[in-house]
């Protein structure tokens, strides 16, 4: 065989192996997801960012919670919590009781339960539009109906003192009163105990979570992935003694009415500014 052709032939056979895999990747036919809805970040049922055809035009969608990592910028907004205190009656849980702990097996729901149930001490609908609190400092980053099972849902998003991402949800709410990407100090009200569209009787579904992203799930499950025991998380972290009971100080910095007495003030500590948290209340009570 001549010089050229003992070169060519082996070019020739691998360029056409190379066009036939060129072939079979791009005639490939891969379906897109159905697109039921890209009407905002909340309700969209789309992978983030990914271009689908609706219509006959391309859109992006903007939101599925599968796919909603934290951003580097949300990542570094969310605030740093020291302590952790109940989400429902007072700051150590008084006048409440848990219904149905975490990772409670439910035949009925077919799996083990995600989260607490907590209730007023009264039970049935007693405790319907009580407050529900936030349990320590944190980012809000989903507030909205992710679907009617859950009902009305607020996730906060929180920085634990060993610098762990942790998540809270509280889920089946009659009323939100967080606003999406606000700042919230522990102890402030985010919403009211609810029914999730009456679907069931009126309590507060809490869960913990450490996790890298938005994505409510289902209630009942055989895997615990990501879900934290609530009432044992909540309790690590406390923070504080039992019998402490005091305001966060975050809140303290964010107060609106002591504003002007605090913009000329030094930095401080959190022991410092619990301290002209207590004087302040003094000062109040004498005028």
């Known amino acids: 065989m ?22 079979v990747l791009t005639g490939h036919y891969v379906p897109e997801p159905p697109v039921k809805s890209l009407k905002n970040w909340q309700d969209a ?15 992006v969608q903007k939101f599925n919670p599968q796919f909603n990592f934290h ?11 020291p302590r952790f205190d109940a989400a429902m009656g007072s700051e150590n849980a008084a006048l409440t009781y848990n219904a149905q702990k975490f990772w ?20 049935q609908h007693s405790d319907l539009g009580d407050p529900v609190y936030a349990v320590a400092n944190g980012l809000v980053i989903y507030a909205g109906e992710p679907s009617p099972g859950w009902g009305n849902t607020v996730i906060l998003a929180h920085r634990s003192e ?12 009659n009323e939100i009163l967080a606003t999406y990407g606000s700042y919230v100090a522990r102890g402030d009200e985010i919403g009211t105990v609810g029914t999730a569209n009456n679907n069931y009787l009126a309590h507060l579904h809490l869960e913990m979570r450490e996790a890298d992203g938005i994505s409510p799930q289902r209630g009942y499950t055989a895997f ?11 309790s690590e972290l406390r923070g504080a003694k039992a019998e402490e009971l005091n305001p966060s100080v975050l809140r303290i910095m964010r107060d609106e009415e002591r504003k002007q007495r605090l913009q000329n ?6 022991e410092s500014a619990l301290k002209l948290q207590e004087f302040l209340n003094k000062k109040e009570k004498e005028e």
């Open 2 to 23: 001549p010089k050229f052709l003992s070169r060519l032939v082996p070019a020739l056979i691998f360029g056409i192996f190379l066009y036939t895999g060129y072939l």
């Open 45 to 59: 049922d789309a992978p983030l960012g990914f271009p689908v055809t609706v219509n006959g035009e391309t859109k």
């Open 71 to 81: 951003s580097p910028f949300e990542r570094a907004a969310i605030p740093r919590a």
């Open 104 to 123: 409670e097996m439910n035949d009925s729901r077919g799996g083990h339960h995600t989260g607490d149930d907590l209730n007023g001490i009264g039970g």
């Open 162 to 173: 060993d610098g762990r991402i942790l998540h809270s949800m509280y889920a089946h709410l």
């Open 224 to 234: 615990q992935f990501d879900r934290l025991d609530p009432e044992k998380t909540i």
């Open 265 to 270: 003030l030094p930095a401080m500590d959190a």
